[in-house]
C-alpha cells in the first residue's frame, strides 16, 4: 500500500503538469497542432531517461522515488494515449502530412531525448 501512495503523489503532479503544459501550449502556440502532447512525450521522455540511469548506475536513491517519479510522475505526464487519439483525428480530417509528421516527430524525438536524458546522467 506504501509504494501505491508515492505513486499517487507522483501522478498527482505529473496530471497537473500535463494539463498546464497542453493549457500553454493553446494559447501561446496553436490550438490546430498538438504540441502540448508533443512537449510532454518530448520532457517526459528526457526526464524518465535521465532519471532512471541516474538513480540506478549513478547515485543510491530510495527505490520509492523511482517510484514516485518513472511511475506516477512519468505515467502521468506523458499521454501517448492522446498522441494516438490526436494522430488518428489528424488523418480523420485527412491531413495525412500532418498525422504523419506528427507521428515521426513525437517518436523520433522522444526517443532522442530519452537517449539525451541518459547521456547527461552518465556524464555526471
Known amino acids: 500500500m506504501n509504494d501505491i501512495f508515492w505513486i499517487s503523489c507522483g501522478a498527482i503532479i505529473g496530471a497537473n503538469l500535463r494539463y498546464l503544459v497542453n493549457r500553454f501550449s493553446i494559447k501561446y502556440l496553436s ?3 498538438p ?14 531517461g535521465f532519471f532512471l540511469v541516474w538513480t540506478l548506475e549513478r547515485v ?9 517519479v518513472a511511475v506516477g510522475f512519468c505515467g502521468a505526464y506523458t499521454t501517448f494515449s492522446s498522441f ?5 483525428r489528424l488523418i480523420e480530417q485527412s491531413d495525412y502530412a500532418l498525422a504523419a509528421l506528427n507521428f ?3 517518436n523520433l524525438f522522444s526517443l532522442l531525448a530519452v537517449i539525451a536524458g541518459i547521456v547527461l546522467a552518465r556524464a555526471i
Request: hydrophobic share 40%.
Open 84 to 88: 494516438s487519439y490526436e494522430t488518428y
Open 31 to 33: 490550438a490546430d497542432i
Open 104 to 106: 515521426i516527430c513525437n
Open 60 to 68: 543510491e536513491v530510495d527505490p520509492r522515488w523511482r517510484l514516485f
Open 35 to 48: 504540441y502540448g502532447t508533443f512537449l510532454v512525450n518530448l520532457t517526459g521522455s528526457f526526464i524518465l
